[in-house]
């Protein structure tokens, strides 16, 4: 407004003004050049030195029980549930002397289908030559070698479970198949030829014990003992029904 009125104005503020453009490099050259502000300090980290044996406060310690002792001096098996292995027979068709039912304890490679394989169908032909197959109430409780996730379980153990099945399922007679199965239904460590000889119990019920089909394949010249010992088990079972 004043330059239209033709009236001279004197501007000392734009000298001054320029300097501070010409400043501004210098401002920022010396930010660069300024040491940075020095960082907060953090504290020495925390060194725990540990305190002497005598010092150190007792570790709370669980008591080993003695199942977990006996678990650890275990036989290496586990006991299966038992199965059927005839479960279509006709009730109505199982011959005379043939008692109220059997358990077959032995230890069996692949317990889903006992009995497949070569040492399955032995047993299942041993089974048939007593006519076994045509009673419904022939069970099998399959001893497996643990390593597979199943646990080990102590001889107690393991002749507790059978025990206990024989309770449930009342079998008239309980056969035993092999030095392993013996082991552990009767909780022995006497020789097959011994265990073979004498008569057995498993809770209250009368038990045989023989050579199991794997061993049979091996040694074809003990089929003929092992089929006296079945011949002896039916004779138990007939004597107890007569």
């Given amino acids: 407004?004043?330059?239209?009125?033709?009236?001279?104005?004197?501007?000392?503020?734009?000298?001054?003004?320029?300097?501070?453009a010409a400043a501004a490099p210098v401002a920022v050259a010396a930010a660069r050049l300024a040491p940075p502000p020095p960082a907060a300090v953090q504290p020495p980290p925390v060194v725990h030195t540990p305190a002497p044996a005598a010092q150190r406060a007792p570790v709370a310690t669980t008591p080993v029980a003695p199942v977990a002792a006996a678990t650890a001096a275990a036989t290496g098996l586990a006991v299966h549930a038992p199965q059927a292995l005839y479960p279509g027979a006709d009730p109505a068709r199982?011959?005379?002397?043939?008692?109220?039912?059997?358990?077959?304890?032995?230890?069996?490679?692949?317990?889903?289908?006992?009995?497949?394989?070569d040492a399955g169908k032995l047993l299942d032909n041993m089974l048939r030559a007593m006519q076994l197959h045509r009673h419904p109430r022939v069970f099998?409780?399959?001893?497996?070698?643990?390593?597979?996730?199943?646990?080990?379980?102590?001889?107690?153990?393991?002749?507790?479970?059978?025990?206990?099945?024989?309770?449930?399922?009342?079998?008239?007679?309980?056969?035993?198949?092999?030095?392993?199965?013996?082991?552990?239904?009767?909780?022995?460590?006497?020789p097959l030829g011994r265990l073979r000889a004498g008569p057995h119990t498993l809770a209250g019920c009368p038990a045989v014990v023989t050579y199991d089909p794997a061993f049979l394949l091996r040694s074809q010249d003990n089929k003929a003992a092992a089929w006296a010992d079945l011949c002896q088990a039916l004779a138990i079972v007939r004597a107890a029904a007569a």
């Fill in 1 to 20: 407004m004043l330059q239209e009125m033709r009236v001279t104005v004197w501007a000392p503020g734009e000298a001054a003004a320029a300097p501070p």
């Fill in 94 to 117: 199982t011959p005379a002397g043939l008692g109220g039912g059997w358990l077959i304890v032995a230890e069996i490679p692949h317990p889903a289908e006992p009995l497949s394989g």
């Fill in 140 to 190: 099998l409780a399959a001893l497996e070698r643990a390593g597979s996730g199943n646990g080990n379980s102590s001889d107690a153990d393991v002749a507790g479970q059978l025990a206990q099945a024989v309770v449930t399922l009342r079998p008239a007679m309980v056969l035993v198949l092999g030095h392993v199965a013996a082991r552990a239904a009767l909780a022995s460590t006497e």
